[in-house]
């Protein structure tokens, strides 16, 4: 069993590798200018590898960028055909990232959570003196 989860990172890494180098270099599509692979996760059988995407500029992606991975689909897996040695080439499905987002969520609510904390009155039993 450990060796299986060994076996689907390396295939992970490979693809992201892979379709990285792709995006740079042999895909032309506008659509996908400054567009980034942020991270790959394949099922355990390999068959299917999810593909996360953002945008290089840190901003959420447009909704241009989907239709263009799916009309690219197939090449980008001819690619990854070519330079892994796989029995079965993992179907691509590609989806947006929303780490980054979510990460700006939550700093946002931090942020509002210190001012609103900054300006009223203590909790009970912290910093009262009557501990």
Request: no cysteine; glycine share 10%.
């Amino acid at each position: 069993m450990p060796r299986e989860f060994h076996r689907s990172r390396r295939v992970e890494d490979a693809i992201q590798r892979i379709l990285s180098e792709a995006l740079g270099g042999h895909v032309r599509d506008p659509r996908l200018s400054g567009v980034a692979i942020t991270h790959v996760s394949a099922s355990r059988d390999l068959s299917v590898a999810r593909i996360y995407y953002s945008t290089l500029a840190g901003e959420p992606p447009g909704p241009e960028v989907q239709p263009a991975f799916e009309a690219a689909s197939g090449f980008l897996r001819g690619i990854v055909a070519r330079e892994l040695q796989l029995r079965q080439v993992p179907e691509l499905r590609f989806f947006a990232d929303q780490a980054l987002e979510r990460a700006r969520t939550l700093e946002k609510l931090i942020d509002k959570a210190i001012r609103q904390g900054q300006g009223g009155p203590p909790e009970p039993g912290h910093g009262t003196g009557n501990d």
